[in-house]
């Protein structure tokens, strides 16, 4: 069975400032690995996609992620942050099975302080 | 661009009522997905669908069911409302193994 941890529920940080979103997955084949955001009362967005090739993954907005294979992580960072990125973020895992199914992590709370 | 409707924003039912949330699609997606979401535990999928007239449950079906008559379109009944049944309803479309788009979602409250 597949899992997906986002150990942090919150991250403040000011603006201008780089932020890491920690996502570590848990899976005995290997994976797709998403970033989404949400804001307020919408729906997710997809921020970047891990489907094969290079490791580092960028993605809209600035952001880019990391797989790291042999650490089962996915971070996602941005090097400087603006008060828009304020959201709530979700990192996700599918497997190749063909279930197209989705695993989503409980989310990390971002808030840009001014 | 890919387009998922969800035919609600907010709704307000009673606890015992026969709820229907529909879904729409644009992009003749073979799957599509129904999650709901809940402060600190992310999102759950409650039923998915392959095709016309396929369904799976996922994670959390109990209490609900699905129906998916025509492509485009995949609903979500509540057979007979109850309070923790209020949620945040967030309808998903796939093409295979592309990734999921999502629509705004609806904020139902059951009371």
């Known amino acids: 069975a597949q899992s997906v941890t986002q150990l942090d529920s919150q991250v403040p940080v000011f603006e201008e400032a780089p932020v890491e979103l920690r996502c570590n997955y848990s899976?005995?084949?290997?994976?797709?690995l998403f970033w989404y955001v949400q804001y307020p009362n919408q729906g997710l967005q997809l921020l970047l996609k891990?489907?094969?090739?290079?490791?580092l993954v960028k993605g809209i907005n600035g952001f880019e992620a990391e797989f790291n294979k042999s650490q089962t992580s996915f971070h996602l960072r941005k090097p400087s942050v603006h008060i828009s990125d304020t959201a709530e973020y979700f990192c996700a895992v599918s497997d190749l099975s063909g279930t197209y199914k989705y695993i989503f992590g409980t989310g990390t709370r971002l808030k840009v302080l001014a | 661009d890919v387009k998922v409707t969800q035919s609600s924003r907010y709704l307000v039912k009673r606890t015992g009522e026969k709820v229907f949330l529909e879904c729409v699609q644009d992009m003749d997606h073979e799957n599509m997905f129904w999650y709901r979401q809940d402060p600190g535990l992310g999102l759950r999928l409650i039923y998915f669908s392959y095709d016309v007239k396929m369904k799976e449950k996922g994670d959390i079906p109990e209490g609900y069911s699905v129906s998916r008559e025509k492509k485009e379109r995949f609903s979500l009944i509540l057979e007979s409302a109850s309070t923790n049944q209020t949620s945040m309803y967030l309808c998903a479309s796939s093409s295979r193994n592309q990734p999921q788009h999502f629509g705004d979602g609806t904020r139902l409250s059951i009371l």
């Open positions: 899976s005995s084949v290997s994976v797709y």
């Open positions: 891990y489907l094969s090739g290079s490791t």
